[in-house]
């Protein structure tokens, strides 16, 4: 993994040339953007028509056309490249759910996110808006959750990216952990 500095360095112009920035962080990101992309992809239905790389270029595209905020470092960049490739499977799964009234995107977890049935199908949907409840609540444990689960990072990759320790993250990971197992319980089978 690229160190940090090289991130925020690159990162320093975004405000004045997106492209040439995206330009430059493109071969240094790409591959822990690739292991992301898989990630959310692997925890997808079987069938869905995205590939990773398809994924991270539609992550891209909605990165560098994005009104205002400025990237501030590699903590930030990867937690917002994580939050728009989120967003784009729940746009999929929100067309889908449209289309075939009710049959929804489904998200097959990992077994190591205790949400109490960890090989059930979970609709992204719910997910999605079980993040953003706790987002709204606690935005720093919503993002330890999103980067574990969905963005794959190791704790200590998190605590680093997050700039907290390592106890504060493994408590905010419970936190976030409880509150998803309590909003996914209360969802319909």
Same mark, same amino acid.
């Given at each position: 993994m690229t160190s940090g500095t090289d991130i925020t360095l690159i990162l320093q112009d975004w405000d004045n040339d997106r492209p040439r920035v995206m330009e430059q962080l493109t071969p240094v990101v790409y591959a822990e953007l *690739?292991?992301?992309a898989a990630r959310y992809l692997r925890n997808e239905r079987p069938?869905?028509?995205l590939q990773p790389t398809a994924l991270i270029n539609e992550a891209y595209l909605r990165l560098v056309s994005q009104d205002g905020g400025t990237l501030h470092n590699r903590a930030h960049f990867y937690a917002l490249a994580a939050r728009l490739m989120r967003q784009i499977l729940v746009d999929a799964a929100r067309v889908r759910h449209s289309e075939k009234r009710g049959a929804g995107g489904c998200l097959q977890l990992n077994a190591d996110l205790d949400v109490g049935a960890p090989d059930r199908g979970l609709d992204m949907l719910v997910v999605h808006d079980a993040l953003e409840k706790l987002?709204?609540?606690s935005p720093r444990v919503a993002q330890v959750v999103e980067l574990r689960y969905f963005g794959g990072l190791e704790l200590k990759e998190i605590a680093e990216t997050l700039s907290i320790s390592l106890a504060t993250m493994k *408590?905010?990971?419970t936190l976030g952990q409880a509150w998803l197992r309590r909003a996914l319980a209360e969802q319909p089978s």
């Open positions: *690739r292991r992301i069938n869905h028509t987002g709204s609540h *408590r905010d990971l």
